[in-house]
């Protein structure tokens, strides 16, 4: 056998293996499987894993932007037109969000942690100075006494309207940003407070919010189950809520939307509890994008999240009393806020009915600025980039024993909304992109030795057709040789022309006689004399 059928039989060999290798692997998916448990069991809510440091401490930077509707017509309102409405802001804050009393229980399968917040003012992002900018808004203490006093007697609502009338309280009020935002004394609430000290006499957006958690949470680790890693367990010591009128609505479903479990799926729903809301929410798969060079699957509220009961079903026990609800786009959130009939949306009441966008002049919804959406990187589930935009109201109406509601019509008046931003930085963005490199490089393995199977092959085809090439080659010389070798034979062995004139003798020594020509083993012949 020559050195080049060896190569060829060995690149075979080699090929063949490669092939079979590769395919089975690609089949039997040993490598994904492999990674994709490594994956879970490294994306847990344990001190072993390295998610757990930025759990505690989230490195992306957070910012809250406030945005205020300043009342433009607020006497034309209140004589039964339409009112107006100027959009001003943002003042945006620097959210801090580190969590503390972090605690294992149950063998490491739960963990309990506290979540305070707290804010810092960031100028250069802000469209002005919070503490001298001025805004006119509703009076929300004196709506939420109007709204408390309306179950009882006509006598009473009636003297309350005369003592706020005689201390100048309105309906609408002029404030700053920093006062409506994070507090000021009331004089309605100084008032009740000096009959009732439960009562706060200090009233703000964020009163009290500054440097305070959401509540005590348990989350599971998802040590037992990827599936449920960061997902609530209790909330307050609570499995479930009691402001609702159903056991669906009051469910506490999902994450806080901090983190969520790793390999998602484009089909799958995702949950999240928000307790600002009082309620669970979920996002459905929108669309795939790109941030920072990371692939991520953008996830948000689809339409029936806050649809009316009517087109909704599952959505009637969020009415509060049941029986009692809005239309689609809007939630009434009284029941966990002191009775005060404050309703959210999404900002500018997008994805709300036309009615409420209509009701008030000023208002434009659309999907790029007012969408909440999440985008989230499907292999590790870790938030990418995220915006949760809210937008708080108040329901005015008219209320028999004061004055001056009587030519108001009912309106979900908007009040502020709030954009929550978060992108991940420069510096977790690379690791993210080095981590999704070697997941890629180890699930893919198998189609690399399919791929160098391939290439041998492709060199042994080569190989196998260059060997046939050669040895017609070394054919047609063979017999080029061995025709030339036969013409030359023929011509050496042609006899030669006889002469006709005859041989002259030769002299001879006298003691050797006279032979007739040549001879080869025969006899001499005497020459006969004359």
Known sequence: MTRRSCAIYATGIVCAHLLIVGIALVVAQVFQTMIHSRLKKEITLTEKSQMFESWKNPPPPVYMEYYFFNVTNPDEFLAGKKPSVKQIGPYTYREYRPRENVTFLENGTKVYALNPKSFVFVREKSAGDPEVDIIRTV????????????????????VVSLLMNGVGIEIFMARTVHEVLWGFKDPLLSRIHAMKPDVDEYFGLMWKKNGTHEGEFVFNTGEHNYLDYGKIDTWNGLREMTWWSSNQSNMINGTDGAVFHPLLSRDELLYIFAADLCRSIHLAYVKDVEVKGIQAYRFAPPSDVLMSPKDNPTNAGFCVPAGDCLGTGVLKVSVCREGAPIVVSFPHFYQADEKYITAIDGLRPNKEEHETYLDLQPTTGVPIRACKRAQLNIILKRIQGFPKTKFINETIFPIMFVNETAIIDDESASQMRTLLLIVTLVSNFPLLIVGMGLILLLVLVVLFCRNRQKKNEVKRIDFTEAFHSFTTAKDDT?????????????????????????????????????
Do not use: W
Not at 139 to 158: G, Q
Not at 500 to 528: C, F, L, W
């Open 139 to 158: 009076n929300i203490p004196f709506v939420a006494v109007m709204n408390e006093l309306n179950s009882y007697s006509f006598v009473l609502r009636t």
């Open 494 to 530: 042609a006899y030669a022309p006889v002469s006709d004139k005859p041989e002259e003798p030769t002299e001879t020594h006298a003691s050797q006689p006279m032979r007739n020509g040549s001879y080869i083993a025969m006899s001499p012949v005497e020459a006969q004399k004359c």
